[in-house]
């Protein structure tokens, strides 16, 4: 008896492993089968490809061509529509604004090199080419490390440097990424699981504001609309490695870079954000002592969205000081 419920549980327990093999197979099957598209297909007629010594990076301007410059960094796996909203609203005040689809996300080129390091001289490729002077630039979520890195690779380019809810890994010990996300075929099915499952969109969404109503049909389908061009899930996976990496030879992962930023910082920030909880902005206003601090009441990491009204008041508060 004993022997026989034994043997009833291995084929129970191989049974289930099989069935979690196979929904893992078809859940990076169906990725495969979905990222078909290409730029052309998909990608807003507002925009275009501005050419970079590592490949195009797409852009949507807006705003009088004499207006002070903004550059807006999105945050990871989003991109340029993510801003539109705060991209209409500064065009409305004077800004000229550019809003960046980085590297691999949006509709740009995807010529591998995702760390900071790697983004700080495509971004300014991109401004060298378009002409701007001296911008704002304004970094949100993991969108920060490569805007921060341009500042301070390049330290004379920038007028003022503008973080909200950044995502920059200085309260957390530096270390490679895990021996398990070497092999790319471990990080694709990661990332098919994930990031381009649509069944995953709104849940992963949701966890990262705290208005959770906010999670709209109209944001969810801004994310997905480039996530379908071609290899998209094969690029996240390379993005991801660098992404779970230290970046230990960026100067934005190194905390005794802050206090050397002469420029003027502003921080915006989710009172309620668990994601870079608010505590971390009192942590980088102590190492730039520049830093001003403007808290959102009640909104989590993504206050862009959360509240797109206060969130754009404060925006404007802020640059118009700089």
């Known amino acids: 008896m004993i022997s026989k419920i034994l043997r009833w549980s291995g084929n129970a327990l191989l049974a289930l492993v099989l069935s979690l093999v196979l929904v893992i197979v078809a859940f990076r099957m169906a990725a495969s089968i979905r990222e078909?598209?290409?730029?052309?297909?998909?990608?807003?007629?507002?925009?275009?490809?501005?050419?970079?010594?590592?490949?195009?990076?797409?852009?949507?301007?807006?705003?009088?061509?004499?207006?002070?410059?903004?550059?807006?960094?999105h945050g990871s796996v989003a991109w340029s529509e993510f801003w539109r909203r705060s991209i209409d609203a500064l065009a409305a005040a004077g800004f000229r604004v550019i809003a960046l689809d980085v590297p691999p996300f949006g509709f740009s080129d995807r010529p591998g090199g995702y760390t900071r390091s790697e983004q700080a001289p495509r971004v300014n490729d991109v401004l060298r080419h378009l002409g701007l002077a001296r911008p704002i630039i304004v970094g949100h979520s993991v969108g920060s490390g490569p805007a921060t890195e341009f500042v301070m690779r390049y330290p004379d380019a920038a007028r003022a440097l503008v973080l909200i809810d950044p995502a920059l890994g200085l309260t957390t010990s530096q270390s490679e990424p895990s021996v398990i996300f070497r092999p790319k075929w471990i990080r694709e099915i990661l990332i098919s699981l994930t990031l381009t499952n649509p069944l995953a969109t709104k849940p992963l969404l949701k966890s990262m504001i705290a208005k959770k109503d906010r999670a709209l049909p109209e944001y969810i389908e801004i994310l997905w609309q480039p996530w379908t061009l071609r290899e998209s899930t094969p690029e996240f996976a390379d993005w991801l490695y660098d992404f779970l990496g230290s970046e230990s030879k960026a100067l934005s992962a190194d905390r005794a870079s802050y206090p050397r930023l002469k420029i003027p910082v502003a921080l915006l920030w989710g009172e309620a954000d668990t994601i870079t909880p608010i505590d971390q902005a009192h942590d980088l206003q102590k190492l730039v002592p520049q830093a001003t601090l403007t808290v959102l009441p009640g909104l989590g990491h993504i206050p862009q969205i959360e509240d797109p009204a206060a969130f754009n008041d404060a925006l404007l508060k802020v640059v118009g000081k700089l």
Do not use: C, M, W, Y
Not at 52 to 70: C, L
């Open 36 to 73: 078909t598209h290409t730029r052309a297909d998909l990608a807003p007629r507002s925009g275009h490809l501005v050419p970079t010594n590592s490949g195009g990076v797409f852009v949507q301007e807006k705003g009088p061509a004499d207006g002070i410059p903004v550059v807006l960094f």
